[in-house]
């Protein structure tokens, strides 16, 4: 063989193994990372056929962290103790998953997540204590006294069933009791087949239900400092890093989930969201919380990787002094409002007269949003959205006032 054959042979094999190579990256990752062959066993029989009948489930199963743990669709799908059995193509599954199928092998995130307000505080904020179990009740009382045992939300009743379940539901069944005992779901968050670490960081995620005038979270984070560094840089952050040993070279800008949730170099995990808090910051007047030193602690640790102390402590100052000004224009609101009812000028229904509505919003979409701006970084929302608007609205609240009084003079 000349020199010049063997060249070509060389050149063209080189070529065939590198254009291989240049075409397999171009497919999606599904198709490159080929599951083990004890897991294609396990999952086997149900992937088979749902990649004809659901493939887009297949697919993001065998992408999760469940498949590389060799966790199988029949691990999840199977009934717990509680759930209906259903006859399925030769197996025995559950259709209708809850929290309590992740808890089988999560215990410790569905305990913290229980006591959280997220748990079955969020449900009681809608429907009252009713749909829960006298224990479910005592559970949650333990930690949130007060907050579950008390009437269904007067507004819900008033709109109606359709209403709550395609509005209220929609956001606040992340704490609604299930029928097998357990409470809430594990996938507003993770979604029910990427079971994604990544998706749960994303801002957007929580943004599904933190939206809105009345808890403008997502809006406040996009127009924070922090919110413009991760739209920004989110390419480079490390959003699938293990929690177990998330640092800040991973996470050098923080999400919602970072600040509220994250063991950010070596601080402790959590899914209880409260646990940071030192505020009732969605009330209408403000009171701090049992235990505000140590969440404020907690919060601070978290702010302090990325953070000198000195302008952690005055950042937290000036918000305080926006907690006690807004509470007190709040409460100048609520006691002209006392004062009408006292004088029987208005109905003791709620919600039928136009100035119990200004009322409402003053305190739920401008007194709120100034708090929640004040503590994550929305100026804009402190001022044009929070307190100009507090001073209109009472101007209104004032001058609707004084019109009953003239009519009940008459
Ligand atoms: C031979 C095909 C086949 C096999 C095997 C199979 N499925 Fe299915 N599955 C289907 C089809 C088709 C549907 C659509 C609804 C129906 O016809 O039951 C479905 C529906 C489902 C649903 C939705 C049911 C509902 O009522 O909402 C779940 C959950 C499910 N399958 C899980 C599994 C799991 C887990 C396995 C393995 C343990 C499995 N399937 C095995 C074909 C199959
Ligand atoms: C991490 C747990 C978990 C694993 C593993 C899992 N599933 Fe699911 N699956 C869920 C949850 C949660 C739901 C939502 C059930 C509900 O609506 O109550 C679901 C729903 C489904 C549905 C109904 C989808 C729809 O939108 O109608 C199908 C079909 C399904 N799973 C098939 C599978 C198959 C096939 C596998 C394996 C390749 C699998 N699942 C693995 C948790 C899991
Ligand atoms: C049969 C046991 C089992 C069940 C059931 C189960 N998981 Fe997992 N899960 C695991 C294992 C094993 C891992 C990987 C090792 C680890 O991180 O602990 C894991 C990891 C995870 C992770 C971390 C993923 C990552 O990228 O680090 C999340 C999130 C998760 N599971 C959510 C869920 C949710 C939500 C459900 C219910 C819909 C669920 N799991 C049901 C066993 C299970
Ligand atoms: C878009 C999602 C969404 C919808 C729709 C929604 N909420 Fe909420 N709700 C939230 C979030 C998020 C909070 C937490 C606000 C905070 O802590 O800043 C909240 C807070 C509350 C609170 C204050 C906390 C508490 O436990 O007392 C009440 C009460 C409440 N919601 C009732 C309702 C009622 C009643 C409806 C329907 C009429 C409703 N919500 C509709 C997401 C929603
Ligand atoms: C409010 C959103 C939210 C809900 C609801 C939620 N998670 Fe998570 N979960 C997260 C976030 C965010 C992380 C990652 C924390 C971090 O940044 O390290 C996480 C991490 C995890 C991990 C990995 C923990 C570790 O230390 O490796 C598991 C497992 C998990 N969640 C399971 C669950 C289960 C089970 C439920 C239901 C009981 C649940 N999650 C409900 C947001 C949520
Ligand atoms: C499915 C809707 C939903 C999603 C998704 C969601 N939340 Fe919530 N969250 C709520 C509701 C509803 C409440 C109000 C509970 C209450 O006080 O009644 C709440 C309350 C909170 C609170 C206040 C808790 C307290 O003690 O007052 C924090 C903090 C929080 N969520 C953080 C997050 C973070 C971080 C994420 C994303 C990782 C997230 N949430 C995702 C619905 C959601
Ligand atoms: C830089 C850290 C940081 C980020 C990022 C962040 N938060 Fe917060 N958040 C805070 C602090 C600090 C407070 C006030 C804590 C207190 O009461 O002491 C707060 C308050 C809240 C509350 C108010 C609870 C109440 O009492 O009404 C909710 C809900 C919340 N955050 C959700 C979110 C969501 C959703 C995102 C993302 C869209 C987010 N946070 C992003 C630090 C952060
Ligand atoms: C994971 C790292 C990280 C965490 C945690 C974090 N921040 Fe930041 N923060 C940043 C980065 C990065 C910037 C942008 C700094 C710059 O301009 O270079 C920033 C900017 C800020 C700014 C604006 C500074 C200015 O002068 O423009 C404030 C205020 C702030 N952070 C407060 C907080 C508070 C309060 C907490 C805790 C509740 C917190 N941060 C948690 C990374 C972090």
Not at 201 to 228: A, F, L, N, W
């Amino acid at each position: 063989m000349s020199f010049k054959t063997i060249f070509v042979t060389v050149f063209l094999s080189t070529a065939l193994i590198l254009s291989a190579f240049l075409v397999n990256s171009y497919r999606p990752p599904t198709q490159v990372r080929q599951p083990t062959a004890a897991l294609v066993k396990a999952v086997g029989k149900c992937a088979e056929c749902h990649r004809t009948e659901t493939a887009a489930v297949v697919y993001e199963f065998e992408m999760s962290a469940h498949a590389a743990a060799d966790v199988t669709c029949l691990d999840c799908h199977q009934p717990v103790e509680g759930q209906t059995p259903v006859e399925h193509r030769g197996f025995t599954i559950a259709t209708s998953l809850t929290a309590a199928n992740c808890k089988t092998c999560h215990a410790t995130e569905y305990e913290q997540f229980l006591r959280s307000r997220h748990g079955a505080v969020a449900w009681a904020a809608v429907a009252g204590p009713d749909d829960f179990t006298p224990e479910q009740i005592a559970h949650a009382e333990t930690y949130h006294p007060g907050w579950v045992k008390r009437p269904a939300n007067a507004l819900a009743r008033l709109e109606g069933p359709s209403a709550i379940a395609a509005g209220c539901a929609e956001c606040h069944d992340v704490g609604r009791p299930n029928a097998d005992g357990s409470i809430g779901t594990c996938t507003a968050c993770h979604s029910r087949h990427a079971s994604s670490v990544a998706l749960a960081r994303q801002p957007q995620t929580c943004g599904q239900c933190h939206m809105g005038p009345d808890h403008s979270q997502i809006e406040i984070y996009h127009e924070s400092k922090h919110g413009v560094m991760f739209n920004a840089q989110r390419a480079q952050l490390n959003l699938a890093a293990d929690p177990k040993h998330l640092t800040t070279a991973d996470m050098f800008v923080p999400t919602c989930a970072t600040c509220h949730m994250s063991g950010l170099d070596g601080l402790g995990v959590t899914h209880d969201t409260t646990e940071r808090l030192s505020y009732f910051l969605f009330a209408d007047v403000s009171d701090e919380r049992p235990g505000k030193a140590m969440a404020q602690e907690r919060m601070k640790e978290v702010c302090l990787k990325c953070h000198t102390k000195p302008a952690i402590d005055e950042y937290y100052a000036q918000a305080e002094a926006v907690v006690e000004s807004t509470n007190e224009k709040v409460g100048q609101a609520r006691d002209l409002m006392n004062s009408l009812r006292e004088r029987n000028l208005l109905t003791p229904a709620p919600f039928d007269e136009p100035i119990e509505f200004l009322y409402f919003d003053l305190w739920h979409y401008f007194g709120r949003t100034a708090k929640h701006g004040a503590f994550m970084g929305g100026a804009d929302f402190v001022q044009w959205h929070g307190n100009y608007e507090l001073l209109a609205t009472f101007a209104e609240m004032r001058e609707l006032a004084e019109e009953l009084d003239h009519a009940d003079g008459e």
